[in-house]
C-alpha cells in the first residue's frame, strides 16, 4: 500500500482494482450497480445469447423511473414504453434481481432510491446505465455513468475495465447568503469551467459550503458533475452522511453498523493530497443563477446580463453562443429577469426530494400559480411523495394550481409524454437545458427550486430574494 | 454477435463544426424505447435533419448529396457530452459512419464509441482546422484512419499521417476483435478472489 497522501478517489479506487495487467485497463469491482428500462434492455440480451445469469443480484437494484407515466399507470405508456417496462420486469424476474416496479410503494427515480433505501454507502463503487450516476458521490462513493456494453460486462461479471481518471479539486469557500442554494453553487461551477471543463477528470468538492450543505444539497452537486464533463463527483463523508445512511432498509445494523463507520472514517483525503487541478469558487459571493442557453455551462448570476456573442474571440464558441440564444430566442446584453415563463417543472433526480420541495413550497406558500404558468412537482420517489403529503406540502401545490404528480423522471427527459410544447419557455429544477430535451422546440433555463418557485408565482423569471421574508 | 472490428478506413467525410454537440442532439431520447440496436440511424441528428412536417432540411449537413456514402465525421469540440447512452453510437453507425474526428469527446461517449468499432479521433486544434479547410476545399476528398501501424493515425492527401492517441487496449480489442467480456470473464479467479477477500 502506497504510503503517500491519497485522495478519497485514490482511496476508493485501490479498495477495488481487482486486477491490472500492464497496457490494460484496470478491472475495477462494482459494489453496487443500479438499472433502469432505458439503457438495460440490449445489455440483458447479451447476457441471454450467451447463456449467462446476472452473477451477483444481490448487488443489482432494479427501477423504472425513466419512461413510467406520471399518472395512470401502464395504461398510460406508449406501446414502446410498456413494452420496455414489462421488459425489465422480465429481466429481473428470471436473474432474481430487485425491482423497484411500478407498483412498488417505494419505486422512484433510481438516484433518489438509492440513498434513500439505504444502497448507497461511503467507500462503494457504483454504476449505472445513467450519467447522474454522479449523484451517489455525495456519499464518499465513486459513482459513474456507464453505457449499455459496460452495463452488461457488470451484470455479467460484476467488474468493468476502466483506465484511472485525474482528479479535479472544486473547493467552495465561504457562505451562502439567503436565497441561494446548492443548485446555484454547481451552476456557478458549470458557468466557469463550461461543459468540457471536467473531462478526463473526478470531481471532488471541499471547502466550507460543501461542509454546511446537507446531503440533499451535496446530491445536488455531484448530480451535475457530468454536466461539466466530469464522470463522478465526490464529497468526503462526514457525520452527516452517517446519520443520512443510518437506519436505512439497506444500510449495516448494529456491529456491522460500527464497522462499516470505523472504515468510512478512513476515507476522507489525507492531509497533504494532491490533485491535478484545482478551481477555488467564493460561496459568499454567489447568487441566484439561471441558464440562458443550450447547455448547462451556459449559465449566469439572475441579476447579470446574457453575455454578448461579440464578446468571444473563439469563432466556433460564438457561432455556438448564437445558435443558442436564437433557440432560446433570448436577447444578449439583458437579464433574464422579467422574461414570461410557460411552465414550471419541479422534479429530477437533481432537485426532487424532500427539502427540495419543502423550499418550493414554503415560498409559494399563500401564493398562486400565475394564470399565464401551468407548474408540475414530481416527487423524486413514493416515498419522498408520501413524506411530502404527510407535512401538507401537496396541499400547498395544489391550492397554488399545480400539479401534483407520481414520482418519475417526466419531463427531465420528456419520454413519459410530459414534455413542452414547441416554442414553450420552461423554468425547470433538473440538470439539462439541451435543445428539445423537455420536448422537441422547448426552451429549458435551469435554475434552483426557489428560483422555480419564483417564477410559477410571478409568471416570469424572478429573482427569489425579493420574495421571502 | 462477434466483437467488432477495426484495422483501417479510406473514407469521405461529413463536417458538423458546431461545439459541445450533446447525445441528445445525436440521438432524442425519445427514440430511447427500443429493446434493440438496430433501426436508429434514420433518427440520427433527428431534430436538426428533419422539419417538423418530417420532411429533411436539405441545408443540414446529413441530407446533401454529397454526405451519401461518408463514413467519417469531422466534429466539433467536445463531441458526445451529456447522456451516457449508447445508442448515440448505435444511431452514428446505424447511418454508416465509422470514425469521428474532433479534438475532444466527452468521456462516456468515447469508452460507448470504441465498443461499437466507431474510432473517436482525437487531434490537436490546428490539425483540425487544417482537415476542415481541406475538406471546404474538396468536400470528396478521402481521409484515412489507420489503427495497423505502431502509432493509430489520421492522413489525407497531401498531408502526412498524424498520429492520435487511442486506448492501446481498446486499440488491441479492435485490431483482433477481442470480446471485453470475455476476458472480464476470463479473470474469474481473481473476481472470485477479490469477492473472498471483501465479504
Ligand atoms: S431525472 Fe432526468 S437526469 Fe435524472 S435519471 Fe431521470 S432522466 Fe436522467
Redesign the interface.
Known amino acids: 500500500m502506497s504510503q503517500n497522501p491519497r485522495t478519497l478517489f485514490q482511496k476508493i479506487w485501490d479498495n477495488h482494482v481487482v486486477a491490472e495487467k500492464p497496457g490494460a485497463p484496470a478491472v475495477l469491482y462494482i459494489d453496487l450497480h443500479l438499472v433502469h428500462e432505458v439503457t438495460s434492455p440490449q445489455a440483458f440480451s447479451t447476457l441471454k445469447s450467451r447463456g449467462l445469469k446476472v452473477r451477483r443480484p444481490d448487488r443489482t437494484v432494479a427501477t423504472m423511473d425513466h419512461s413510467i407515466p406520471t399518472r395512470g399507470g401502464y395504461e398510460a405508456a406508449d406501446e414502446m414504453g410498456r413494452i420496455q417496462l414489462r421488459l425489465l420486469e422480465s429481466n429481473a424476474g428470471e436473474n432474481n434481481v430487485r425491482l423497484y416496479g411500478l407498483n412498488s410503494v417505494e419505486r422512484g427515480i433510481v438516484h433518489v432510491i438509492g440513498p434513500e433505501q439505504g444502497f448507497t454507502q461511503p467507500g462503494m463503487t457504483i454504476v449505472c446505465g445513467d450519467s447522474h450516476t454522479s449523484t451517489h458521490g455525495a456519499f464518499g462513493a465513486l459513482g459513474f455513468g456507464i453505457g449499455t456494453s459496460e452495463v452488461g460486462h457488470v451484470l455479467a461479471t460484476q467488474c468493468l475495465l476502466q483506465r484511472k481518471a485525474k482528479t479535479f479539486e472544486v473547493r467552495v469557500d465561504g457562505k451562502l447568503r439567503p436565497g441561494v442554494t446548492a443548485k446555484d453553487i454547481i451552476l456557478a461551477l458549470l458557468s466557469r469551467i463550461g461543459v468540457g471543463g471536467g473531462t478526463g477528470h473526478v470531481f471532488e468538492y471541499t471547502g466550507e459550503a460543501i461542509r454546511a450543505a446537507d446531503m440533499e444539497g451535496r446530491m445536488t452537486i455531484c448530480n451535475m458533475s457530468i454536466e461539466g464533463g466530469a464522470r463522478a463527483g465526490m464529497v468526503a463523508p462526514d457525520e452527516k452522511t452517517f446519520n443520512f445512511v443510518h437506519g436505512r432498509e439497506f444500510a449495516p445494523k448494529g456491529a456491522d453498523w460500527d464497522k462499516a463507520v470505523a472504515r468510512w472514517r478512513t476515507l476522507p483525503s489525507d492531509e497533504g493530497a494532491t490533485y491535478d487541478k484545482t478551481i477555488t469558487i467564493d460561496a459568499s459571493a454567489l447568487e441566484p443563477m439561471v441558464t440562458f442557453g443550450t447547455n448547462p455551462g451556459q449559465g449566469i448570476a439572475i441579476t447579470a446580463p446574457v453575455p454578448m456573442p461579440s464578446s468571444l474571440s473563439d469563432v466556433n464558441e460564438r457561432a455556438g453562443l448564437e445558435k443558442a440564444l436564437a433557440y432560446m430566442k433570448l436577447e444578449p446584453g439583458k437579464t433574464l429577469l422579467g422574461q414570461p415563463v410557460d411552465v414550471v417543472f419541479l422534479g429530477s433526480c437533481t432537485n426532487s426530494r424532500l427539502v427540495d420541495l419543502r423550499a418550493a413550497a414554503a415560498l409559494m406558500g399563500g401564493r398562486k400559480v400565475a394564470s399565464n404558468v401551468k407548474m408540475m412537482v414530481v416527487p423524486g420517489s413514493q416515498s419522498v411523495k408520501k413524506a411530502a403529503e404527510a407535512e401538507g406540502l401537496d396541499k400547498v401545490f395544489k391550492d397554488a394550481g399545480a400539479d401534483w404528480r407520481e414520482a418519475g423522471c417526466s419531463m427531465c427527459i420528456a419520454m413519459n409524454g410530459d414534455q413542452l410544447s414547441p416554442g414553450q419557455l420552461a423554468v425547470s429544477t433538473s440538470n439539462r437545458n439541451f435543445e428539445g430535451r423537455q420536448g422537441k422546440g422547448g426552451r429549458t433555463v435551469l435554475a434552483s427550486p426557489l428560483t422555480a418557485a419564483a417564477a410559477a408565482v410571478t409568471g416570469k423569471i424572478t429573482d427569489p430574494r425579493t420574495l421571502m421574508s | ?1 462477434p466483437a467488432p472490428e477495426f484495422t483501417t478506413l479510406t473514407a469521405r467525410c461529413v463536417v458538423l ?4 454537440v ?1 447525445t ?2 445525436i440521438i ?3 427514440f ?6 438496430l433501426g436508429l440511424g434514420k433518427s440520427l441528428f433527428c ?1 436538426w435533419r428533419y422539419f ?1 412536417d418530417g420532411s429533411p432540411n436539405p441545408e443540414f449537413v446529413l441530407n446533401k448529396p454529397e454526405s451519401q456514402g461518408a463514413e467519417i465525421l469531422v466534429a ?3 463531441f458526445g ?6 445508442h448515440a453510437p448505435w444511431a452514428l453507425t446505424g447511418w454508416g459512419l465509422r470514425a469521428v474526428v474532433s479534438t ?5 461517449f468515447r ?2 464509441c470504441l ?2 468499432g466507431f474510432v473517436p479521433v482525437t487531434v490537436e486544434p490546428a490539425v483540425h482546422v487544417e482537415l476542415v479547410a481541406a475538406l471546404a476545399k474538396d468536400p470528396n476528398m478521402p481521409v484515412t484512419v489507420d489503427l495497423t501501424g505502431d502509432a493509430a493515425t489520421v492522413s489525407w492527401p497531401g498531408r502526412a499521417p498524424v498520429a492520435f492517441p487511442i ?3 481498446a486499440r488491441d480489442c479492435l485490431l483482433n476483435g477481442v470480446d ?2 470475455g ?3 476470463a ?2 479467479p ?2 472470485e478472489a ?2 473472498a477477500a ?1 465479504r
Open positions: 454477435m463544426p458546431n461545439t459541445d450533446d441528445d442532439q432524442p431520447a425519445r430511447l424505447k427500443v429493446t434493440d440496436k431534430d417538423d466539433g469540440h467536445n457530452c451529456g447522456s451516457s447512452r449508447e475532444m469527446f466527452a468521456d462516456i469508452s460507448n465498443k461499437n486506448d492501446p487496449f471485453e467480456l476476458y472480464i470473464q479473470l474469474e481473481q473476481i477479490y469477492e471483501h
